[in-house]
Structures are given as structure tokens and as C-alpha cells.
């Protein structure tokens, strides 16, 4: 049956491309019909048969995460092994076709599918490392001394809140360096094998090494360089926010502990590797106006976690966007287990690759940053479901930063004021400048502050992996990056024993981090065409595209080409252009970047840290008279009054009323700027 079944496909596949190419591009693509016809029957068989066995990887490594038992770390290595096998046996098959003439669209297809794996010992040892590191991760624990009263604590919630919440300084540096000594020393000597395993499949399939083989999922030789081109456009505003937090916490610690020319100690800023520093917001807020205190308000009104999952995906849903399916409230795991189980808590949205199973992995606790990460989680699940229709090889975004931009987008909408005082986190927002700065300098924490961070990670591992730095140097290469790229140093000595990269989640589980340095500048780049699609008036920063079909329609006709098309492709459909460009972000930005310049300079302060200091920063800079700045600069955070606390204009919420008529008459809902 199978094989009938297939023959006939074969004449038919032949039969269509045959056709096709008298017409199209017979003239400039070289093509073997039958070789193709082959080929796409070689895809179609691999589909089937790819679905069912990764289906079942996935069950297994979900049990084996929400449950970190040795039965389950067997059954989900077995599981990973029969996956492998299967890469194997597929590549073996796609063999007879490695130089057949085939479209492009063929041959990206036939590359995405049929690589090279290891196999024999080597697959078997990668996957019994892979699977103690995500162990140790996972139940890595940082305890007090044995003497007295021993207590443990796990990274989530008790260390992360710790780094969240204190501002003592030794606390702090005790937290950090113990979860490095408790988890990087004993994945240090799995994590070296694990690089020269990766590297020698890498090989076999010619990419230099595994980072090679890791940026090439952009489909450009010259990702790393671009990568670096695009952070030396971003590069001065974080040097002024970086100087501008310096600054706060100069005051909180004083000159013994922070130097107002150097870098930071990596302790301090608000999680357990300095990622994000979201948490750091209230400590950090320019303006006491707008009240922010959103973890009180969400505690107040007695918000639940599965309640805020449906408020995340009520967001899509107002967008024309796919519903959750009824599966995912009952097999998610949303708050961390009570049963004493161990599980990776770090949050992850979860493909079944069978069209209807779609899970989120997460340690819920209801915070404000978590309802902004549950839109996060639910952007990868809609993504999910937008390309479930496509072949398996597809159903992927059409890159990583895409795949991670896509939450972003409603996370975004959703923290802004507007939107925050239609669901009753915010009342009476004036939307003065002062509350306009206090938003842009939270969305800058999570934004801006993230991106030599993500570089950095991804950078030092390209390096490592393609064997630039000596191995007795990784640690000290990897502090070297941080403290030239984010102006961090490690706050104790680092020894021969640390290594340290891998002591975040995604080092130590294979995940890269560039995506979320792509995705940071493909949001706004989203941002920017869905807010005109929204028929947004005003500025970026204050566009909501909550309830936007038309911003919703368009969305989805992105997400559901799943990675069928390159990357460049989806972009220019998305955004008419098809680079990656810093400009929007920047845009978004623009009037935080003008009140830090402002507050850098009122304050004497120098941009910069080490040998990139900028002590002339301000000496051609205009410190603006009229800017909110100076009316507050010497009651610095009190400060709630003020000649600058008008509402903004009158005037511009006029003529958005008018606009928003005259477009709405037209029946076209595009802005016209
Ligand atoms: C966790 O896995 C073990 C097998 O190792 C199993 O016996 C147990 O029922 C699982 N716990 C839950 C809550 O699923
Ligand atoms: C799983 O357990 C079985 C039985 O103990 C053992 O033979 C097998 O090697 C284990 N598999 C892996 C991948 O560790
Ligand atoms: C693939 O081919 C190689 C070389 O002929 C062979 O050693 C290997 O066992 C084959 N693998 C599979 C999964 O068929
Ligand atoms: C990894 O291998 C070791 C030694 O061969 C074995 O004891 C252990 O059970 C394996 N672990 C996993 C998760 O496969
Ligand atoms: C030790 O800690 C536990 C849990 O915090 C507490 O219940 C117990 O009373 C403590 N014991 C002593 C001797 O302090
Ligand atoms: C890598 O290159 C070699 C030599 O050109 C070739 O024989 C081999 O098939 C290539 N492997 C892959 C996976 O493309
Ligand atoms: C969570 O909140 C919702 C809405 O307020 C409510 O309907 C639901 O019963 C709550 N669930 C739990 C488990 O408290
Ligand atoms: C513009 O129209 C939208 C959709 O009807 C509405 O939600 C929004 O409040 C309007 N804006 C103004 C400024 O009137
Ligand atoms: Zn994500």
C-alpha cells in the first residue's frame, strides 16, 4: 500500500514539477526532475515516520524535566537514542542524493532534515552527559553551613528571590558564588566532553565546530561579524544606562563597592547572572509617579496562576489569534510540584509535534514578571500552533529570534500604562513625561540591558568551541568578555575549578543564547509594523496592539510559514525589508535615551568603564533646561511634583481623535505616518 501509494505520488510530484519549471525558473535553476521527485518523496516519507519518533522523545524528556528520577533520565536517554538513530538512518538514505540537482527549496528542505549524527559510543556517552548536566541544573542546590540548622536552597524561587529582593551586598555575593561553586564545578568536566563531542559532529557535517554549526541555523557565513555590527549601534545606549544604574547603586553601596569609572560586581543586578533587571525596577525607577508596585496590586485582587495564563491568552485571542487547547490547562505544568518531585523549573513552552499537545514547563508564582513571561511561553505556543499544518522539518520559527519575539510582542503591549489601567493594575496614570520615562526605563531592563549579555554568551562559546581560547582559560576569557561587553566583573576570585558559562540554564542545556539577542531587535521591528497595522497613532512606546485583528491577521501570516521559507523571506513579508535593523528599537527608545544623557551629565558622571571610559561624554552635550530632569534631579526618586507632571498634550489627544475618525471613516485602519 505504502508503495503504491508512493509511486504514484512520485509520477505526480514529477508530473507538477515538470510542469512548474517549463514555466518558471526551468531557465535559471538546473534541476534533475527526477532527483527531485525523489527528494520529495524521500520528505514526505520522512515526515511521517519523524513525527511519531520525536513525538515520543518528547513525551519522554517532559517526564524525565517535570520529574528528575534516574528511571526517568533512562527512559528519556533511550528515548533520545531511538531519535538519533533514526537521524542516523535518514542520513544514511539522503546519501544518494547529496549531489542530485534539486531546487533550492528542495535541497534547504533536504539539509534541514538529513545531517550527519554521531553514532555508537559517542551518541550514547552525548546523550548520558547531556542528561546529567540538565540533572544537576535542575536540582542544584546552594545550603547553608552543616553545623547549625543545615538549610537548602534551590535556585527557584528562593535564590532568585534572594537576588531579586536584597540589597545586602554579602548576601548577595555568597548567592552567587556558592550556585556557581554547587552546579558549574561538577558540570565543568561534563560540559568539556560534552563541547568535544558536539564539535566532532559538527565536523562530520563541515561546519568548522559546533558554533559554526549553531550560527549557520541563520543561513549566513557572516552571522558572528553581523551580530557584532548590530552591537555597535545598540552599544551607546547601553553604556548610558549602564552608567545610569551605576550610579543608583553607588548611592546603595557606596564608593567601597562601586566605582563610579568601572564595571559592576555581577552580584547585583537582580537575578542570578545579571540578566535581566526587571526585578532591579523600583530600586531604579527615575520618578515615584507611577506606581509601578504591580506584584502588591496582582496580590491585592487575589490573582491566581491558571488565571493569569488565561489573561495571557485572552491577549491572543482579542488578536484574532489561536485559541489554547483544552489539553494544555490539564498535562501543563504551571506551578512548581508540592509532591517533593525535582523538576527544571526555568520556564519552557513545550511542541508534541502531533498538531494538538502543546505544554508550558513553569514554576509560576504570581509576580508581575511571571505574567510577562507566561506571554512569553504562550508567544512560542501560538507559534506552535500557527505552523501545526506544516511538514515536520518546517515547523520551526523562521529563526530562533523570530520564535522568541513573538511573546515579546504582547508583553510589551501589555506592561505599557494604557493597557495595565484597562485590566486594573494601574489607575489614574497621568501619562506625564515622568511616567513616560519610568516605562521606557522598564522596558529598557529587560531590553536593552540584555543585549551584550546574550552576546556575550553566545560569543564566548563560538570562541571556545572553535578552539580560540586555551581550555585552562575559558573561565578567565569568559570574565574577560563580560567585563569588556557589559562592564561586569566576577565579585569573588574566580579558581582553577569554576567554569561558569554554563551555570545558566541554557549553557548547560544546550540552547543558544543569540536568539535572544536577534529576537530583542526583531521585536520592535514587529512592534513597529503591527502597531501601523493596529492603525496606532503616536508614539511606538505607547502602542497597544491588544484587539488588533488587523495587527493579529498579520501576525499570523508570518507564523504559520513556520521556517518553509529563509528567515530574510518572512522578515521582508513581515516588515517590507529584509535585514535585521537596530533603528526601531532605537526609535522606541529615543526619549529614555535623551533623559539618561541628561541625568549622566547633570550628575558629573563619565560613560563607560576600564579603558573604554568616556570622561568627556558631556563635554559637547546640551543638558536640556525644560527636560523633567533638572525640575527633579536633586529629589532625585521622591520627587512627585513638579511644573513637568502636565498631562501630555491635549492637543496631540485631540488629533488623534480626529485621525482615529477620519481613518476609522475610510475604513482603512493603517496610520498615515
Ligand atoms: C516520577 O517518576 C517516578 C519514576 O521514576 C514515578 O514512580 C512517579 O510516579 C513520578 N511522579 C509523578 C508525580 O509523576
Ligand atoms: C536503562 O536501563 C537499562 C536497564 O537497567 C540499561 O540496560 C540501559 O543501559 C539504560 N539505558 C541508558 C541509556 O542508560
Ligand atoms: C550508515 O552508514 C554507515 C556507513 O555505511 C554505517 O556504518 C552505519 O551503520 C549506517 N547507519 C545506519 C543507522 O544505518
Ligand atoms: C551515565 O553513565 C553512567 C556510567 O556509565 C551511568 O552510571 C549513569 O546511569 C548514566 N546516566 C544516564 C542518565 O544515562
Ligand atoms: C531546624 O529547622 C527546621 C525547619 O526550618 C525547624 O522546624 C526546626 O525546629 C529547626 N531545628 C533547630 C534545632 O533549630
Ligand atoms: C563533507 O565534505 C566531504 C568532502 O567534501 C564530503 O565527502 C561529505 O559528504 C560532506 N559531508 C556532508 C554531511 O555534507
Ligand atoms: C483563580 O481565579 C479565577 C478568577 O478570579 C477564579 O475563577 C478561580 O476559581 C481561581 N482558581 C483558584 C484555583 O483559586
Ligand atoms: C481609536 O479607535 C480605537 C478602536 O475603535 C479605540 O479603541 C481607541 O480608543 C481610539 N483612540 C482614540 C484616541 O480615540
Ligand atoms: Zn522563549
Redesign the pocket.
Known amino acids: 500500500m505504502e508503495n503504491v501509494r508512493n509511486t504514484w505520488k512520485h509520477v505526480l510530484a514529477w508530473m507538477i514539477i515538470t510542469l512548474s519549471f517549463s514555466q518558471a525558473s526551468a531557465a535559471t535553476e538546473d534541476v534533475d526532475f527526477f532527483a527531485e521527485a525523489s527528494a520529495l518523496e524521500f520528505l514526505e516519507r520522512y515526515n511521517e515516520e519523524a513525527q511519531k519518533i520525536v513525538n515520543n522523545g518528547v513525551h519522554a524528556a517532559w517526564n524525565y524535566k517535570t520529574n528528575l528520577t534516574d528511571h526517568n533520565a533512562n527512559l528519556s536517554s533511550e528515548a533520545s537514542l531511538r531519535s538519533s538513530a533514526f537521524a542516523a538512518k535518514t542520513y544514511n538514505e539522503s546519501l544518494f542524493l547529496r549531489d542530485a540537482k534539486l531546487t533550492k527549496a528542495t535541497k534547504r528542505a533536504m539539509k534541514m532534515v538529513a545531517g550527519a549524527v554521531l553514532i555508537g559510543d559517542d551518541i550514547k556517552k552525548l546523550t548520558n552527559i547531556t542528561s546529567r548536566m540538565t540533572k544537576i541544573y535542575g536540582s542544584g542546590k546552594v545550603c547553608s553551613d552543616k553545623e547549625n540548622n543545615q538549610t537548602c536552597l534551590s535556585l527557584d524561587p528562593e535564590l532568585q528571590q534572594l537576588m531579586k529582593n536584597s540589597k545586602d551586598y554579602e548576601k548577595l555575593k555568597w548567592a552567587w558564588e556558592e550556585w556557581r561553586t554547587a552546579v558549574g564545578r561538577k558540570l565543568k568536566p561534563l560540559y568539556l566532553e560534552y563541547v568535544e563531542l558536539l564539535n566532532k559532529q559538527a565536523k562530520l557535517n563541515n561546519y568548522t565546530d559546533y558554533g559554526h554549526q549553531l550560527r549557520m541555523r541563520y543561513e549566513s557565513e557572516t552571522f558572528e561579524e553581523e551580530m557584532l555590527s548590530l552591537y555597535d549601534e545598540l552599544k551607546p545606549l547601553y553604556e548610558l544606562l549602564h552608567s545610569y544604574v551605576r550610579r543608583k547603586f553607588y548611592n546603595q553601596y557606596g564608593p567601597k563597592i562601586i566605582k563610579l569609572n568601572g564595571p559592576l560586581p555581577a552580584c547585583i543586578l537582580g537575578d542570578m547572572w545579571g540578566r535581566f533587571w526587571d526585578p532591579l525596577f523600583e530600586f531604579l525607577q527615575p520618578y515615584s509617579s507611577s506606581d509601578y508596585n504591580l506584584d502588591a496590586k496582582m496580590k491585592q485582587q487575589g490573582y491566581n496562576v491558571t488565571q493569569m495564563f488565561h489573561m495571557g491568552e485572552e491577549f491572543f485571542t482579542s488578536m484574532g489569534l489561536k485559541k489554547m487547547p483544552a489539553s494544555f490547562y490539564d498535562l501543563s505544568m504551571l506551578e512548581k510540584p508540592s509532591d517533593g518531585r525535582e523538576v527544571v523549573c526555568h520556564p519552557t513552552a513545550w511542541d508534541f509535534y502531533d498538531g494538538k499537545d502543546f505544554r508550558i514547563k513553569m514554576c509560576t508564582t504570581v509576580t508581575f514578571e511571571n505574567l510577562q513571561t507566561i506571554h512569553h511561553e504562550l508567544g512560542h505556543i501560538q507559534y506552535f500552533m500557527q505552523y501545526a499544518h506544516q511538514p515536520y522539518q518546517y515547523r520551526d520559527g523562521a529563526n530562533d529570534g523570530f520564535h522568541e519575539a513573538i511573546g515579546e510582542l504582547m508583553s510589551m503591549s501589555m506592561t505599557t500604562p494604557q493597557h495595565l489601567e484597562k485590566v486594573g493594575l494601574m489607575k489614574d496614570v497621568q501619562y506625564t513625561k515622568e511616567d513616560e520615562i519610568n516605562f521606557l526605563l522598564k522596558m529598557s531592563l529587560s531590553t536593552v540591558s540584555t543585549l551584550p549579555f546574550h552576546l556575550v554568551n553566545d560569543l564566548w562559546r563560538w570562541r571556545a568551541f572553535r578552539g580560540e581560547y586555551k581550555l585552562e582559560d575559558w573561565n578567565d576569557e569568559y570574565w574577560k568578555l563580560k567585563e569588556q561587553y557589559l562592564g561586569v566583573y566576577a565579585p569573588v576570585e574566580r579558581t582553577a575549578d569554576d567554569l561558569d558559562p554554563p551555570t545558566i540554564f541554557h549553557i548547560a542545556n544546550d540552547y543558544d543564547m543569540i536568539r535572544y539577542f536577534t529576537r530583542t531587535v526583531l521585536q520592535f521591528q514587529f512592534l513597529e509594523v503591527l502597531c501601523e497595522e493596529a492603525?496606532h497613532?503616536g508614539p511606538l512606546h505607547t502602542c497597544d496592539i491588544y484587539?488588533s485583528t488587523e495587527a493579529g491577521e498579520k501576525l499570523a501570516s508570518v507564523l504559520s510559514l513556520g521556517s518553509s521559507l529563509p528567515w530574510q523571506d518572512a522578515l521582508e513579508k513581515m516588515t517590507g525589508g529584509r535585514k535585521m535593523s537596530t533603528k526601531p528599537l532605537l526609535k522606541y527608545f529615543e526619549p529614555l535615551k535623551e533623559f539618561l544623557m541628561n541625568e549622566v551629565c547633570l550628575n558629573g558622571d563619565t560613560v563607560g568603564w576600564g579603558e573604554n571610559i568616556q570622561n568627556d561624554y558631556c563635554k559637547d552635550s546640551v543638558i536640556l533646561a525644560d527636560g523633567p530632569n533638572i525640575i527633579n534631579n536633586k529629589a532625585d526618586v521622591s520627587s512627585t511634583t513638579g511644573a513637568s507632571s502636565k498631562p501630555l498634550s491635549l492637543y496631540a489627544?485631540l488629533l488623534?481623535?480626529i485621525f482615529?475618525?477620519s481613518i476609522?471613516i475610510n475604513n482603512n485602519y493603517r496610520s498615515f505616518f
Open positions: 492603525g497613532f484587539g489627544l488623534a481623535l482615529n475618525v476609522r
